[in-house]
């Protein structure tokens, strides 16, 4: 096919947000641009003049899919500014919370999004038609991780009981004892997860870009870590902008973003290539089964790392559980007292590298903020990367092709329109 | 017999009146309800909602729904009763919606009773406070809400 033309338009409740437009003539591509509205240039301006204890809790509202990322993010930022180092034990309740949000979210990405590409059914929907069981053990899968994210966070949606300082509330040792009882009696179906994921053929592809993530010396770098760059090496979270260099294009409300190169890749792929020797035991082995290795240049594997980062969640959420059980939890009462600050919080969310920047006054009233979140920092290298697939797609029929190039930008698990769901109705009867 | 009764407000707290649903449930706190009804802030949880109506004989959402009415008008309506609207291309876990999630929840088997109370909105832009319109109207919304919980209670087949 030497002439194609897609527009792929996305109907978000937000119209004309996210279009994919393709134009190909006699096999050359004459225009190639995605478009996604990235809305938390707005929240910035809504931080401006609230205290550092609620910003946390107005940035948990931009996203109900990464909230705990958000509010961790935001509370780092702020005890950045505050030169405030919190406790182990609230780290490890962080991290623990933050294993629940990765856990969720891949799951839903791989089971709902993902693995219906697979059977040509449009949508879970059609998955639920003839392959009801499937679903379900995504469903479960999730369901427990929410479980942990109401055990630590006080509720699923939106947590609440994190803080600036510390937490509001601890979780119940017992509680977190019999948590870790249900991650073991659900194993069989992380054991299923990985044999699904297997018999799922991952298209070929391959373009090696500049992969951009947290690193620490001690773990898997998810809660906290100087910020890495496969081509050349770390920064501190202070110096982001040294790493993350943000550019308008004409053709999307949104930024766009660079770093050594002309784009970056941010996620599960970008982490497992810069980290893989931290993961866990069993979340290696998983990998070595689903035929993912350091380093991958296909996009598509971002899905299967999604699995595997899963499988290290759940080991890293039992290794947290002893820890906070074996060294005993204390209420931690801790109010900061307002002062003038400037701080950065880097945190990783499911979909990559989430930074908050925010200026205290002396009242500790927020003066300035800046967020920038994984997608928009993706969109330089969806571009790139499906600039690279088309050209050796075009042979292919036109269905074909538009699958190809819906799961390419699917894999990243792009975030489009998560701040608006308004419904509008028509009645039946009308 | 099974008499939970679930009602979740969902919407976005920082896009002024898309945030209806959770200012309702935010309401709705101050009041004694009855013990068989129990109340969620859904915010914009997406098919994490499903986790909530676990167990329930019903569930109520609260949402912002645009029916062409005027800007605070209470319309309360179960989900067949709406055309389907979405069959559409995703790409994204943030992009379900709340059709999608009963759509789903029926799907999966044993789905509670679902009824939506929709609230017409009248701002939905970036701003942490609720129109003048719909300020002005929460008491009205407050009242039809209190009393379809009660016509629920006392008539579960209502």
Redesign the interface.
Same mark, same amino acid.
């Given at each position: 096919m030497h002439d194609f033309h897609v527009g792929?338009?996305?109907?978000?409740?937000v119209e004309g947000h996210?279009n994919i437009i393709i134009d190909v003539k006699e096999g050359k591509i004459r225009e190639l641009r995605m478009d996604i509205v990235e809305s938390p240039r707005?929240?910035e #301006?809504?931080a401006l003049g609230r205290s550092y204890k609620e910003v946390a809790h %107005?940035t948990s509202? %931009?996203?109900?899919?990464c #909230?705990v990322t958000h509010t961790t993010t935001s509370i780092k930022a702020i005890e950045a500014a505050l030169g405030f180092e919190p406790s182990a034990q609230t780290i490890k309740l962080r991290k623990l919370l933050l294993n629940a949000e990765f856990i969720?979210?891949h799951i839903?990405?791989v089971y709902?999004?993902t693995a219906p590409d697979f059977f040509r059914v449009?949508?879970?929907?059609g998955m639920?038609?003839d392959n009801?069981e499937i679903?379900?053990r995504g /469903?479960r899968i999730?369901?427990l991780a929410?479980e942990l994210c109401a055990l630590v966070g006080g509720?699923?949606?939106?947590p609440i009981t994190l803080k600036v300082g510390c937490f509001s509330k601890n979780p119940e040792s017992k509680d977190l004892a019999a948590f870790k009882k249900k991650i073991e009696d659900l194993w069989p179906d992380i054991e299923e997860t990985v044999k699904f994921f297997k018999s799922l053929k991952t298209p070929e592809f391959e373009r090696e870009t500049e992969y951009i993530s947290l690193t620490c010396p001690e773990e898997y770098a998810l809660y906290d870590g100087n910020i890495k760059s496969s081509d050349n090496g770390e920064v501190e979270p202070s110096d982001y902008l040294d790493k993350v260099k943000e550019f308008m294009v004409p053709h999307s409300t949104s930024k766009h973003a660079k770093s050594n190169r002309d784009s970056y890749m941010v996620g599960a792929l970008a982490r497992f290539n810069n980290n893989y020797d931290q993961l866990h035991s069993k979340a290696k082995e998983v990998a070595e089964e689903l035929g993912l290795k350091q380093p991958c240049y296909n996009t598509y594997m971002n899905n299967v790392a999604q699995v595997v980062e899963t499988v290290h969640c759940f080991e890293d959420s039992i290794r947290l559980i002893d820890d906070l059980i074996s060294d005993g939890m204390t209420d931690e009462k801790i109010e900061l007292p307002p002062k003038a600050g400037h701080g950065v919080g880097a945190t990783e969310a499911p979909r990559g590298t989430l930074y908050h920047e925010h200026k205290l006054d002396d009242n500790g009233k927020i003066t300035y903020a800046n967020y920038i979140i994984p997608t928009g920092q993706n969109l330089a290298n969806i571009e790139n990367d499906l600039r690279t697939l088309v050209p050796n797609i075009l042979d292919q029929p036109k269905d074909d092709i538009i699958l190809n190039i819906?799961m390419l930008?699917?894999a990243y698990?792009?975030?489009?329109?998560? #701040?608006?769901?308004? /419904?509008?109705?028509?009645? %039946?009867?009308e | 017999m099974n008499s939970k009764i679930v009602v979740i407000g969902i919407g976005n707290l920082l896009l002024m009146d898309e945030g209806i649903g959770v200012h309702t449930i935010n309401e709705l706190e101050k009041h004694d309800l009855p013990g068989s009804i129990e109340i969620y802030d859904g915010g914009t949880g997406g098919f994490k909602l499903i986790d909530l109506m676990q167990g329930a004989a019903r569930v109520i959402f609260i949402d912002a729904v645009d029916t062409g009415k005027a800007p605070g008008s209470v319309t309360i309506f179960r989900a067949e009763e709406v055309h389907s609207i979405y069959n559409k291309k995703k790409y994204s876990l943030h992009d379900t919606d709340l059709m999608e999630i009963i759509k789903m929840a029926e799907m999966l088997g044993n789905p509670p009773m679902i009824e939506i109370v929709g609230i017409q909105p009248k701002i939905i832009n970036y701003g942490t406070t609720l129109s003048n319109e719909l300020a002005g109207s929460m008491s009205n919304i407050m009242n039809t809400v209190l009393r379809r919980i009660e016509e629920v209670c006392s008539t579960p087949s209502a």
């Open positions: 792929i338009e996305h109907i978000t409740r996210g707005f929240f #301006a809504m %107005i509202r %931009i996203c109900g899919i #909230a969720q979210s839903l990405h709902f999004l449009g949508s879970v929907f639920v038609k009801k679903v379900l /469903m999730k369901t929410n509720r699923h949606i939106h819906e930008v699917r698990d792009p975030c489009i329109s998560c #701040a608006t769901h308004l /419904m509008k109705v028509k009645f %039946i009867d | -």
